[in-house]
């Protein structure tokens, strides 16, 4: 085994000179405890005993020009040598860690990771040597320059390196000879409610110019002048300093409803300069305006935003429902005895943006209130995915039965309230 090692760093040094890092990493998964570039320096030692003792070792010289010898005739080469793999890279690492370090001084963060875009030419020579030797023991560059650049970063800045949940990801394209800083997303779960009629959930960008800006939106690029998001999300960024933001709610319910029920969400600040930000202030500051109320519960990560998305939560309405002839207490008898299983096609209102399916749903609970001749308040709880716009008007025959459909007699929403919605954990 020794001499099958020992003859591949032989043909690794025949041919021009190389390293220490890149010449130990050619041997990194051998041995614990140790880095590559002291694994090169032992190699050379070896080789150098050999060269001393005997001189007839057929490496490339240059390898062994740093040692002072008793009875090799080998001289220190006057000019500085260059790898032949990274270009003495590695010798300019500690210059790209205190630039790393002095963009990360701009950011709030506790841990980071590093990563590495290697040059074409140094993966290339690398690739190159591999078909040359083998690559069984090896480890590729890239992971060196991860590993060694992280520990200076370390080192220099007092932060630790954290592989699994990074703050902020450090970019070294080593082409471009450039770093990026890129922040992690803050993740903030939190429940809303939306107290007035008339703005959506999220920005909606404008049909008309796809959020480019135009006349028909005022050059607003949106259909809206506000939303939930942007109310909650204002002064989020604001603290944040972070350019953008995206909601992530659990369902949402339509522009023209109030949702009086706390409807959970995670709202996803993107490349934020700051991270510890008190988040009561900035309920605070949100609760300030009276269409939205907030709460603001705590940090979380990307797995509760999918949570959040994925959830399948009942729902329960009050709406206000206009007949177009007069009802009796025998009508509203036959609507509340909706039990069975709700067919829907997609509404003819979200068909250009939904696919055209038939879903089932159940009604779970359903009172009924006459407020006058032709008008009803109705409190319905379903399962999630309910169109209960549809499930009072029928949708011309796409929603099977109906309110409509029961009684024989038109119905349209006048209002509609979420009241409650199903909880979950998070």
């Known amino acids: 085994m020794t001499t099958s090692i020992l003859e591949k760093a032989k043909q690794i040094m025949k041919n021009g000179y190389i390293c220490d890092h890149c010449l130990g990493r050619q041997f990194a998964q051998l041995t614990k405890g140790t880095t590559n570039a002291a694994r090169g320096k032992a190699i050379r030692d070896i080789f150098a005993f050999a060269e001393d003792g005997n001189g007839k070792i057929e490496i490339d010289a240059s390898n062994l020009s740093g ?60 690739e190159v040597l591999w078909e040359e030797i083998g690559a069984e023991h090896c480890e590729p560059i890239k992971a060196e320059i991860n590993r060694e650049l992280g520990k200076l970063i370390e080192k220099t800045t007092g932060k630790k390196a954290d592989f699994e949940n990074p703050d902020i990801v450090v970019l070294l394209d080593m082409d471009k000879n450039n770093i990026e800083i890129k922040p992690s997303q803050v993740w903030i779960y939190g429940l809303y409610q939306k107290l007035v009629r008339g703005i959506p959930q999220t920005k909606w960008p404008c049909r008309n110019c796809n959020g480019s800006g135009c006349k028909k939106c005022k050059n607003t690029g949106k259909m809206y002048p506000t939303s939930v998001e942007e109310i909650i999300a204002k002064p989020l960024l604001r603290a944040f300093s972070a350019p953008n933001s995206s909601m992530h709610g659990a369902g949402r319910e339509d522009i023209d409803a109030r949702c ?3 409807r959970p969400f995670v709202m996803e600040l993107k490349d934020p300069v700051k991270r510890k930000i008190k988040l009561k202030d900035i309920e605070k500051i949100v609760n300030k305006d009276k269409r939205v109320k907030v709460r603001l519960v705590k940090f979380c990560g990307k797995d509760t935003a999918r949570k959040i998305k994925a959830a399948k939560l009942t729902k329960t309405y009050r709406i206000i429902v206009d007949f177009e002839k007069p009802v009796k207490k025998e009508d509203i008898r036959k609507i509340l005895k909706i039990r069975n299983l709700i067919k ?63 009684i024989n007699n038109r119905a349209k929403v006048k209002a509609l309230d979420v009241v409650e919605i199903g909880k979950i954990k998070v």
């Open 67 to 126: 040692y002072v010898f008793r009875n090799s005739k080998i001289k220190k080469e006057k000019q500085k040598l260059v790898c032949k793999i990274c270009g003495n890279f590695f010798d300019a690492l500690g210059v790209v860690a205190k630039k790393a370090a002095s963009r990360l001084s701009k950011f709030e963060y506790e841990n980071f990771v590093v990563g590495t875009k290697v040059s074409g030419d140094i993966a290339g020579r690398e």
């Open 260 to 262: 009086l029920g706390w």
């Open 344 to 406: 829907q096609r997609t509404p003819v209102r979200v068909a250009h943006r939904r696919a055209d399916l038939i879903r089932e749903r159940r009604v779970l609970k359903l009172t009924g209130r006459i407020i006058s001749k032709k008008r009803v308040e109705f409190l319905i709880k379903t399962e999630a995915g309910m169109y209960v716009k549809e499930l009072v008007t029928g949708d011309d025959g796409r929603t099977e039965p109906s309110f409509t459909g029961i």
